[in-house]
């Protein structure tokens, strides 16, 4: 199974289009926490074709209207603040925060914890555990736009560049 991961994306819609369009043949998406707004949810939700996993982040603001939108979309499901996930079989955790991910990654419970929050990819291998934090879809805060994707089968994680040239042809698309 191919699990695509992202963060951080910050109402950042073109750059989140180009991530989608990246990460198009995972069989599963997670999302570690701030979206910011409904319509980044409704992206979401119109932009990738199988299951959608969210955790909210300390910019998730207006959970009434993100929780309103979310249900518009069958594939997605809302955990909160924290998924506990079985992706066939992969025990799953999901979290916003590193300092909470960090003890699940040591706990042995889970076979891949999943972060955002600090903004910086970041991939942490503790025996069978793998700790994946994706990185921004922004690319504002650091200079990188950034995803994952994280195959069950072999335990690798593929770091996916969301790069300037491809940012900047979805804007000239949309003559942004």
Do not use: K, W
């Amino acid at each position: 199974m191919r699990i695509a991961i992202v963060s951080d994306i910050h109402d950042h819609i073109s750059r989140l289009a180009t991530a989608l369009e990246r990460v198009r043949d995972a069989d599963a998406l997670i999302c570690c926490g701030d979206l910011c707004s409904p319509f980044i949810m409704r992206q979401l939700g119109e932009g990738f074709a199988g299951p959608i996993h969210i955790v909210f982040g300390n910019n998730d603001g207006d959970l009434f209207r993100l929780t309103a939108t979310a249900a518009q979309f069958p594939a997605i499901t809302l955990h909160g603040a924290f998924a506990d996930l079985d992706l066939n079989g992969l025990r799953v955790a999901v979290t916003h925060y590193p300092e909470i991910a960090m003890p699940l990654l040591e706990s042995g419970r889970y076979g891949l914890v999943c972060c955002g929050h600090n903004h910086q990819y970041t991939v942490v291998q503790r025996g069978a555990v793998t700790l994946v934090n994706p990185g921004e879809v922004m690319g504002e805060l650091y200079g990188a736009a950034t995803c994952a994707v994280y195959d069950s089968e072999t335990g690798d994680v593929t770091p996916i560049t969301i790069d300037d040239a491809a940012f900047l042809s979805f804007r000239a698309q949309r003559g942004i």
